[in-house]
T-cell receptor, first 110, second 115 residues
């Protein structure tokens, strides 16, 4: 499995962009990068995923470096409701299960 | 549309009793997963269903744990002779297929407390 490394915690001000980094230096060519988040007392929620190209959806943007060894999840205008634990996951190509690490605890300050 | 639902939302049971936890996946989702999250811990994979078959039960912690899925839809996770270490939030997720795209939709979970 490609190991991922994320900072334990981060904070940002409400209305500002939140940039959450993830290192996955052992990622292989066919493995995707997935981001999920877990708001307190809720089940995890899918945010976005990507392979090589940058991706954007209604929730966030995902920037993947050209060598694919790291990525950044961007929440362009963070709100208080974005306070959550954010997980960067790189499932093996042949696997179906998600392996959740410790994630990054993001606190959005008023 | 309706998301993944789980019942009960909370369950308190005495040590040694059996419990059943239910998961209703999103209609049409062929893959179903059970995870658990102990207090302050990360999510731990338990079992995966594709249709009614469970090709991977490797995450079940002991033979007291079992799960079944019927009609390619509802799944039940059963814990026999519960122990205090079984206390956790049990999460169910479903996805359309189980191929490369790992977009899983999670339910709200069942919080199990064993006294």
């Amino acid at each position: 499995d490609a190991k991922t490394t994320q900072p334990t915690s981060m904070d940002c001000a409400e209305g500002r962009a939140a940039n959450l980094p993830c290192n996955h230096s052992t990622i292989s060519g066919n493995e995707y990068v997935y981001w999920y988040r877990q708001i307190h007392s809720q089940g995890p929620q899918y945010i976005i995923h990507g392979l090589k190209n940058n991706e954007t959806n209604e929730m966030a943007s995902l920037i993947i470096t050209e060598d694919r060894k790291s990525s950044t999840l961007i929440l362009p205008h963070a709100t208080l409701r974005d306070t959550a634990v954010y997980y960067c996951i790189v499932p093996p190509d042949s696997s179906y299960k998600l392996i959740f690490g410790s994630g990054t605890r993001l606190l959005v300050r008023p | 549309g309706a998301g993944v639902s789980q019942s009960p939302s909370n369950k308190v049971t005495e040590k040694g009793k059996d419990v059943e936890l239910r998961c209703d996946p999103i209609s049409g989702h062929t893959a179903l997963y059970w995870y658990r999250q102990s207090l302050g811990q990360g999510l731990e994979f338990l079992i995966y269903f594709q249709g009614n078959s469970a090709p991977d039960k490797s995450g079940l912690p002991s033979d007291r744990f079992s799960a079944e899925r019927t009609g390619g839809s509802v799944s039940t996770l059963t814990i026999q002779r519960t122990q205090q270490e079984d206390s956790a939030v049990y999460l169910c997720a479903s996805s359309f297929g189980a191929g490369r795209v790992r977009k899983q939709y999670f339910g709200p979970g069942t919080r199990l407390t064993v006294t």
